[in-house]
């Protein structure tokens, strides 16, 4: 293996775990943080692509580009729902919330992708469940259920549904799938943005700098790391270093924003992020191939 393409990969995650941190520093709305961040991310990869001189390969099957066309509508509003869970209920909690959007897709693949589902999988679902009932337990015996955790739900869901459109864009590979991916993501926030307010957006002094590096480092430079490390490393080193982004954001949030989980709450993200990869990564032996390679559409954008 690669140290330098681990190296690459474990960047890109560590970036995308920041997300929220960055955020946190920019007083605009969700959407015009996803505007900006999708517009910035857009404009990169696209002078990366076109600096490799890959060839495109989009205009070829045109069916696959409309999963992919419907993954990247899915990726803007997912960040959109994202972003306002980051607002109103912090970093940590939203994270969370958000990381049950691979346990959705494990649980659909049997319906969508024809996979068998596995006692693995079902426990890894039941334990994401009761994680979330445990993390979110003061508030559900109370009889509340913030908003903030609607959206994060809601952005898992979406989540779910740009991972199953960009898993069928089988096609559009390598760096054209996150480009395109991106360019549909700005399209449909933009469309938003206008009907809602208008594309006129007024950046608070002092917000340039966050606003530049969420676009230009975490989503174009952490897209372009990822992207390019990913299809040489073996898949089960993808899906268990996958794990640095959740956890990374719970570190990073409780050492920069200071949003530290209550002893209960830290069992039920053990519960979260434990269930999501037991029911991702249990295979029985004779299926686990350390030279297999993920595919280069697995749609995970942060």
């Not at 015996?141 to 199953?164: D, H, K, N, P, R």
């Not at 957006?201 to 480092?217: E, F």
Request: aromatic share 12%.
């Amino acid at each position: 293996m690669n140290n330098k393409t681990t190296f690459k990969y474990i960047l890109a995650l560590l970036l995308f775990g920041m997300n929220g941190i960055v955020a946190s520093f920019i007083p605009l709305s969700s959407p015009e943080i996803v505007f900006t961040r999708t517009l910035i991310g857009s404009v990169f990869l696209v002078l990366v692509f076109a600096a490799s001189r890959q060839p495109l390969r989009f205009w070829r099957n045109k069916r696959h580009f409309l999963y992919l066309a419907i993954s990247g509508m899915a990726m803007g509003i997912s960040w959109v729902f994202l972003f306002e869970a980051y607002a109103q209920i912090g970093v940590s909690l939203a994270t969370l919330a958000y990381y049950t959007g691979p346990v959705i897709v494990m649980i659909l693949s049997p319906i969508v992708f024809k996979e068998r589902f596995t006692a693995a999988k079902l426990i890894g679902f039941m334990a994401v469940v009761l994680g979330m009932i445990i993390v979110n337990g003061k508030a559900l015996l109370q009889g509340e259920v913030s908003w903030g955790l609607v959206f994060g739900i809601m952005a898992a869901f979406t989540y779910a549904f740009m991972v199953i459109f960009n898993k069928k864009a089988t096609s559009i590979i390598g760096l054209e799938n996150p480009m395109w991916q991106l360019i549909i993501s700005f399209i449909t926030v933009a469309i938003f943005l206008g009907l809602r307010q208008g594309l006129a957006i007024s950046i608070p002094p002092g917000s340039l700098a966050p606003i530049l590096l969420l676009g230009i480092v975490n989503t174009g430079v952490g897209c372009y790391l990822y992207f390019s490390s990913i299809g040489d490393l073996p898949l089960q080193t993808v899906s268990i270093l996958g794990y640095l982004e959740p956890l990374s954001a719970l570190f990073f949030s409780a050492l920069f924003l200071g949003e530290a989980l209550t002893l209960l709450q830290l069992v039920g993200a053990a519960l979260i992020l434990g269930g999501a990869a037991f029911g991702q990564l249990y295979r029985p032996k004779q299926t686990m191939a350390d030279d297999d390679r993920p595919r280069m559409t697995d749609g995970r954008l942060p």
